[in-house]
């Protein structure tokens, strides 16, 4: 009798196993976009189709802009390094009036955009990229670094790698594509990198890199830095996990071990290099204060204080300000602000 009702429940549980199976099947066209392959937005990042098509975000394509119309600066694009496959770009800017037989500092740059979007080329970089050149009187070179979908992480970083070692060429005054006016101009011993947003992330991962690098790094300029952990950090708020920002991580690291942990976004974990470990001489930090990536950009600057490093540290909070605010608004007095002490930084 047992054994009988034993076969009569396997045989019911295989009959409800195919009966859930057929009409699996016979919903999963319509039930498709919901289901298994639900859409996922990250905006303005990326569109996630759940099918493997993932795409940037159409409303965020980088848009190129000409060179810009600043009658104190003269502005080429370029190619840094010329590889099978892809072109490394970049808009080099330097000022008009400056004395020919003196050099100037170079500024390596890293615009902003998760990683996926953003250009070199864009209207917003290149206005604000002209005023820090002419303001500061630098050799400005803006990295159109590769970015996801396409190139994720740590494509960015190995550019910025190569980038680094284009300049550091310039030491000799002759070989394969120097860039004139990098060879006039620039410094060579006094180089500055910088970034806003994952662009200060690519800056920071840089000077992590050079330890030692091609060419000595004086100072690293970080804006409103992209930095994110599982553990939340003073004046970071609990509601960052539901942000772009952090949502967009797991994608454009998708090889990336320990997710938010991971030693590329945040520097405080025990596999990361010590701060202290810093290969530059000079570091400013610049937040703002309506910003949710404010806490960590603070943590950053006490954690390098905190860590021994030998160099000088300055950390500028924007009051009333959001991230980004130099790029989005270059008209605000906050802006002209951010560029005086950033060519203050570099000069003094
Ligand atoms: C995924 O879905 C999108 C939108 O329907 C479509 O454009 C794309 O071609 C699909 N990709 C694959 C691999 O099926």
């Known amino acids: 009798m047992a054994k009988k009702i034993n076969q009569i429940s396997i045989l019911l549980f295989i009959f ?4 859930l199976v057929t009409q699996t099947c016979s919903s999963h066209h319509k039930r498709r976009k919901h289901t298994l392959n639900q859409i996922v937005k990250v905006a303005p990042y990326i569109i996630d189709y759940g099918n493997g098509t993932i795409i940037r975000d159409p409303i965020a394509t980088p848009s190129y802009s000409p060179p810009p119309n600043n009658p104190q600066v003269q502005s080429r694009d370029i190619t840094v390094v010329s590889n099978p496959g892809y072109q490394l770009r970049a808009r080099i800017i330097i000022p008009t009036r400056h004395d020919p037989a003196r050099k100037i500092p170079v500024l390596l740059y890293f615009h902003g955009g998760a990683f996926c979007i953003g250009s070199a080329f864009g209207w917003g970089d290149t206005t604000y990229l002209a005023r820090v050149s002419a303001e500061a009187n630098v050799v400005g070179i803006s990295l159109d670094y ?3 979908p396409e190139h994720p992480v740590p494509a960015p970083y190995d550019d910025a790698w190569a980038a680094l070692n284009w300049i550091a060429a310039h030491k000799s005054s002759s070989g394969p594509n120097l860039d004139p006016w990098l060879a006039q101009y620039g ?5 500055f990198v910088g970034g806003d947003s994952s662009g200060g992330n690519i800056a920071h991962n840089l000077v ?14 970080l804006a409103m830095p992209y930095f994110l952990g599982s553990k939340r950090v003073p004046f970071e708020p609990a509601t ?12 454009v690291c998708n090889k990336c071990e320990d997710g938010v942990d991971n030693k590329y976004i945040n520097p ?5 290099v010590p701060l202290g470990r810093l290969g530059c001489k000079k570091l400013l930090v610049y937040t703002a204060e309506i910003d949710e990536l404010r806490g960590r950009g603070r943590w950053y600057y006490q954690q390098v204080k905190a860590s021994g490093w030998k160099g000088q540290a300055q950390w500028i909070e924007a009051q009333g300000q959001e991230h980004i605010f130099h790029i989005s608004k270059p008209q605000d007095p906050a802006t002209t602000k951010l560029i005086n002490d950033f060519s203050a930084f570099i000069n003094n």
Do not use: E
Request: a positive charge; hydrophobic letters at 40%; glycine letters at 4%.
């Open 268 to 272: 405080f974990t025990p596999k990361a």
């Open 240 to 251: 960052i996990i539901y942000s772009p920002n952090y949502r967009i991580w797991p994608y």
């Open 146 to 148: 590769r970015l996801y």
């Open 16 to 19: 409800s196993l195919a009966l």
């Open 208 to 221: 992590i890199r050079a330890t030692p690098g091609p060419v000595s790094i004086t100072g690293l300029f």
């Open 187 to 191: 410094d060579l011993n006094r180089v």
